[in-house]
């Protein structure tokens, strides 16, 4: 049972992270009402859905980033709005959707950021900060970047560097909006691995969103999929992803087949009547002409 506000603790029982009949939007304008959601301690979950229909906002009240107008969301049995910020930032880390760095910072010195957290009034700097700083620019591949000005780089060096700097916060919760925005085919598997690696070799538990619902169910063993700011579907890849929700959510006719490297599911869109009887008409003409 959950009850309770502030500072009070409160039990889930389930895990760590949760909301419990959270409302929350902008202004006054509501995205989600009374939405109840368990983040499955030490797994990768993956959030899915159309555009603008509020992943990135229940991103937003787990990180705290957002305050529910009705409801809570509890971190390790407790609101998280009763932690101090640093306090809580040593739990939870967040990789926004859009971030803007400092002027004229360098790679490095924003990197460093991401130990904050972890710094106090006497001791500002330790070898763990450095270590840990050294690790997440090696992670990220952007250890050749760090005397670089970030506002120099290329949008998809930028986001690795993001990326490196909540890494380098060394947070048991993972939240990322959008990770993979800005990157090349290649660079995007390379971080969905690391954050898998993160999460089955060191136990972080991952919460992203994506839009990729091919990448959400290869890297992603928990699924979460939205629609109009409400759930309609969570759990195994192969349990939430079938053709008829991914119609339902997204208005896309498709196949599900067995990825050949992951065996996870593959959506494969169907081909619309009107270019099935293009390519049929233009099989027919070339054979007229042979």
């Known amino acids: 049972m959950v ?5 009070t603790t409160l039990s889930t029982g389930i895990s760590r992270l949760a909301a419990h009949e959270i409302t929350i939007g902008y202004d006054k304008r509501v995205i989600s009402s009374q939405l109840t959601v368990q983040i499955p301690d030490n797994a990768f979950t993956v959030i899915v859905g159309p ?5 990135s906002t229940l991103l937003r009240a787990l990180s705290r980033l957002l305050t529910p107008s009705k409801g809570t969301v509890l971190l390790d049995g407790k609101a998280i709005s009763s932690y101090p910020a640093k306090e809580a930032a040593r739990k939870l880390g967040l990789l926004p ?5 400092p002027d004229g910072i360098s790679v490095a010195d924003l990197v460093a950021r991401g130990r904050y957290p972890h710094q106090k009034l006497i001791r500002q700097w330790s070898r763990a900060d450095e270590d840990a700083v050294i690790a997440a620019m090696a992670a990220t591949g952007v250890t050749e970047l760090s ?3 970030v506002d120099e780089l290329s949008g998809g060096q930028r986001q690795r560097v993001w990326v490196a700097m909540v890494l380098a916060q060394e947070t048991p919760l993972m939240l990322l909006d959008e990770p993979t925005t800005f990157l090349d085919i290649a660079h995007q598997i390379e971080l969905l691995e690391l954050f898998r690696d993160l999460n089955r070799d060191r136990a972080h538990t991952m919460v992203a969103v ?12 928990h699924l979460i999929a939205m629609k109009d700011g409400a759930i309609v579907a969570e759990g195994r890849p192969e349990d939430v992803i079938t053709a008829k929700l991914v ?14 490297e992951s065996g996870t599911p593959l959506v494969i869109p169907r081909v619309r009547a009107s270019e099935r009887a293009r390519e049929h008409q233009a099989a027919s003409a070339r054979k007229e002409l042979l």
């Open 97 to 101: 959707q859009t971030s803007t760095a």
């Open 51 to 55: 555009n603008a229909c509020g992943k």
């Open 210 to 221: 994506l839009h990729d619902l091919n990448h959400a169910c290869r890297y992603g063993d």
């Open 3 to 7: 009850a309770g506000t502030g500072g």
């Open 147 to 149: 005397p670089r000005l």
């Open 247 to 260: 119609e339902h959510v997204f208005g896309l006719a498709c196949r599900i087949i067995d990825d050949p």
